[in-house]
């Protein structure tokens, strides 16, 4: 049977986006630095119709991807799009050059670019929209009441949240419906530990960026590596594995610009850790 993100089982975001648990982030189909076109347009686009006909229905992208390229080049390889594709994007941060990523969570900024990614992405209402940062320089307040008033509109169907802490998560909560978080977590790096738990405990979708550290996880030492022999795994699939089995509300979204990577990943959907092994890894 092919593998497919089925093996990963499902998720409810919202309490009516049901989506297989190992979706995709579409950063890596940009040029390098996240910046300009990939080098290999059409092969970005294979990449893309791959990841779908592999079952991932849960996209992850930002206007700030780019800027503005991973959207594009989703509508181009994707739309019109299937049955069931969620597509998952953000605002809130500017790219005015290469390395620089600016916050900007002004309400005039916001409904710009979400009507920006609503003209890219051909649609006609975002699944879920997410807050890309909280922005010090504005209120919490104004920045979601901004996509409270686009969700109102009918431009977005549902609010998440990127970037927070649990403080940050329990005040936007207070002021509209949010249904997910995604932060930095990986193996490597557990800053981000008590939202995670905070979204588990209030059943909120959590993406974890970053999910396999850029390719720094530990290759093939120690007791991972072990491990990972075990199940006849690279050291980066079990990573995988134990995110999906860390809680039920992980929605891992691991990127990259390769069909045989993209391949590598999706593997790992079917990998089941016993407790030992999972409790073991994540000490």
Same mark, same amino acid.
């Given at each position: 049977?092919?593998?497919?993100?089925?093996?990963?089982?499902?998720?409810?975001?919202?309490?009516?986006?049901?989506?297989?648990?190992?979706?995709?982030?579409?950063?890596?189909?940009?040029?390098?630095?996240? %910046?300009?076109? &990939?080098? !290999?347009?059409?092969?970005?686009?294979?990449?893309?119709?791959?990841?779908?006909?592999?079952?991932? *229905?849960?996209?992850?992208?930002? !206007?700030?991807?780019? &800027?503005?390229?991973?959207? /594009? +080049?989703?509508? /181009?390889?994707?739309?019109?799009?299937?049955?069931?594709?969620?597509?998952?994007?953000?605002?809130?941060? +500017?790219?005015?050059?290469? &390395?620089? %990523? !600016?916050? *900007?969570?002004? &309400?005039?900024?916001?409904?710009?670019?979400? /009507?920006?990614?609503?003209?890219? +992405?051909?649609?006609?209402?975002? !699944?879920?929209y997410q807050l890309h940062t909280v922005d010090p320089r504005v209120p919490l307040a104004e920045s979601l009441g901004a996509l409270l008033d686009l969700q109102r509109e009918g431009k977005i169907r549902h609010i998440g949240l990127s970037n927070v802490t649990v403080e940050q998560l329990r005040e936007a909560r207070k002021l509209a419906p949010i249904v997910s978080v995604q932060n930095r977590y990986n193996l490597e790096d557990r800053a981000h530990e008590a939202v995670l738990d905070a979204c588990t405990g209030e059943k909120l979708a959590f993406l974890p960026w970053y999910p396999l550290a850029a390719g720094s996880l530990p290759r093939a030492s120690g007791r991972l590596g072990e491990i990972a022999r075990k199940h006849g795994a690279s050291t980066a699939q079990i990573a995988l594995a134990w995110l999906l089995q860390r809680s039920p509300m992980m929605l891992p979204i691991p990127g990259t610009s390769s069909i045989a990577h993209f391949e590598e990943n999706?593997?790992?959907?079917?990998?089941?850790?016993?407790?030992?092994?999972?409790?073991?890894?994540g000490r």
């Open positions: 049977m092919t593998q497919t993100a089925a093996s990963a089982g499902s998720i409810t975001i919202g309490g009516d986006l049901t989506v297989n648990r190992l979706g995709f982030g579409a950063m890596r189909v940009t040029g390098p630095g996240i %910046w300009g076109y &990939p080098a !290999d347009r059409r092969a970005a686009v294979a990449l893309l119709r791959r990841v779908v006909e592999r079952g991932v *229905d849960f996209i992850d992208t930002a !206007d700030s991807y780019g &800027p503005h390229v991973s959207e /594009e +080049l989703i509508a /181009e390889a994707l739309h019109p799009y299937p049955r069931g594709l969620v597509i998952a994007t953000k605002g809130g941060l +500017l790219r005015p050059a290469a &390395p620089r %990523w !600016d916050a *900007d969570c002004r &309400p005039a900024h916001l409904r710009a670019a979400c /009507e920006g990614s609503l003209r890219r +992405l051909k649609l006609e209402r975002i !699944d879920l999706l593997a790992a959907a079917a990998i089941r850790l016993s407790e030992a092994e999972r409790v073991e890894i």
